[in-house]
């Protein structure tokens, strides 16, 4: 299989980078425009901050490229949000594939993190991503923005309010956690998308 994973201005490329060669696969890890048209599959990962992100894949032409391609694309944290309509990190407008604005986290009670760091569940799953998936299945967290629950969830999870975990729109997937730090149920989200069609 021939796997790009976007490069770019953002942290956690390595981990899913290793993530994907635990599977058995060798990734591309590139911003070559062509290579990533190219690609059987697209990864755009990350941890990041959407404002200099998203001025960043303008610079280099990788907001148009990421949207039109056709092959199946998983965002990963800050890739799931950049994928939406607007974020309210630095009011930044984003690529607009889900139309749906990402929200900041405001806490409610003393014992609300923010950002959210760690381990939580996800329910709700439906989607090619959750194959053989029950639901309350643990995952592997870290964000401050969040995006609600809309026609294109499909799965949720509550840190604070119910949010959505995942996005899935056509050829576009994505899950505001991250499958390369979650462990087995990480590896079977990943061997999943690389399964779809």
């Not at 997937?173 to 087995?184: D, I």
Request: charged content about 25%.
């Amino acid at each position: 299989m021939n796997l790009a994973i976007i490069k770019y201005n953002a942290g956690n490329i390595g981990s899913v980078e290793n993530a994907v060669r635990r599977l058995g696969i060798e990734p591309l890890v590139t911003d070559n425009v062509e290579l990533i048209q190219k690609a059987d599959r697209v990864i755009f990962p990350g941890q990041g901050e959407a404002h200099s992100t998203m001025a960043y894949l303008k610079a280099h032409g990788l907001d148009q490229v990421i949207v039109n391609l056709k092959q199946p694309v998983l965002g990963i944290c800050i890739g799931m949000q950049l994928l939406c309509r607007h974020s309210e990190e630095q009011d930044t407008d984003c690529l607009g594939v889900f139309d749906v604005d990402v929200k900041r986290f405001i806490p409610q009670r003393h014992e609300d993190k923010v950002p959210q760091m760690g381990w939580n569940t996800i329910e709700d799953v439906k989607s090619p991503l959750f194959e053989g998936f029950s639901d309350k299945e643990f995952v592997y967290f870290i964000h401050s923005f969040y995006v609600p629950t809309c026609d294109w969830t499909n799965a949720t999870t509550d840190y604070i309010q119910p949010y959505s975990a995942a996005l899935h729109k056509d050829n576009f997937y994505a899950t505001q956690f991250h499958p390369e730090k979650s462990g087995k149920v990480g590896e079977r989200i990943l061997t999943n998308f690389f399964k779809i069609k």
